[in-house]
């Protein structure tokens, strides 16, 4: 079947350095995605691997390995604004999203 | 820019009622979406369509119908409405391709059913 794992909710320091990590199992694989989600709000698309290593943008990195089914999302110089629910969705060989219930993360002053 | 619109954004309906959400979406994009979320758990794939005229079953579809006659266009359907059906609905569309990932949601439509 098709899986998806992420710790339900993290907390973290306004300033510091967090990291989600997300363990897949799909049927077939065609990228990973990671979206943020206010809540209240919809989701919003926020990095994709394909290959595995690490891809940077700002201050948010996701980091893929295709073999052990396993991503991460990084986010640095954390900011209230941060506080969302991260969502981990890989693409199966359908071209469908996966998604999981998310990761809900706090962050602290 | 407008992006993907969803109405109605609310809506209270009672049990056996019928009603139609509209998603409209102006960036030209193949793909579209109906997703359902629920307390706790992940978006919930209810129907898709990949270009004008074309729908297809996701892993949520009954009591739901779509069309999609316009590219621009996506509606879902509530045939008779049941207090399961509580929930928020967002569309999205996606261009397809290798950016098939990469959706673009509305603001979503909360839906009660009493």
């Known amino acids: 079947g098709q899986n998806i794992d992420q710790p339900t909710e993290m907390t973290a320091t306004e300033g510091a350095i967090v990291q989600i990590n997300c363990t897949y199992q799909?049927?077939?694989?065609?990228?990973l995605f990671w979206y943020q989600q206010h809540a209240g709000e919809a989701p919003t698309f926020l990095s994709y691997n394909v290959l595995d290593g690490l891809e940077e943008k700002g201050r948010f990195s996701s980091f893929l390995s295709r073999s052990k089914g396993y991503s991460y999302l990084l986010l640095k110089e954390l900011q209230m604004k941060d506080s969302a629910s991260y969502l981990c969705?890989?693409?199966?060989?359908?071209?469908?999203?996966?998604w999981g219930a998310g990761t809900k993360l706090i962050i602290k002053p | 820019n407008a992006g993907v619109t969803q109405t109605p954004k609310f809506r209270v309906l009672k049990t056996g009622q019928s009603m139609t959400l509209l998603c409209a979406q102006d960036?030209?994009?193949?793909?579209m979406y109906w997703y359902r979320q629920d307390p706790g758990m992940g978006l919930r794939l209810i129907h898709y369509s990949v270009g004008e005229g074309t729908t297809a079953k996701g892993e949520v579809p009954d009591g739901y119908n779509v069309s999609r006659l316009k590219k621009q266009n996506f509606l879902l359907g509530l045939e008779s409405a049941a207090p399961s059906q509580t929930s928020v609905y967002f569309c999205?569309?996606?261009?397809?391709?290798?950016?098939?990932?990469?959706?673009?949601f509305g603001e979503g439509s909360r839906l009660t059913v009493l």
């Open positions: 969705a890989p693409l199966d060989s359908n071209y469908q999203l996966i």
């Open positions: 799909t049927s077939g694989f065609n990228g």
């Open positions: 999205a569309s996606s261009p397809g391709g290798e950016t098939t990932g990469e959706l673009f």
């Open positions: 960036m030209n994009h193949e793909y």
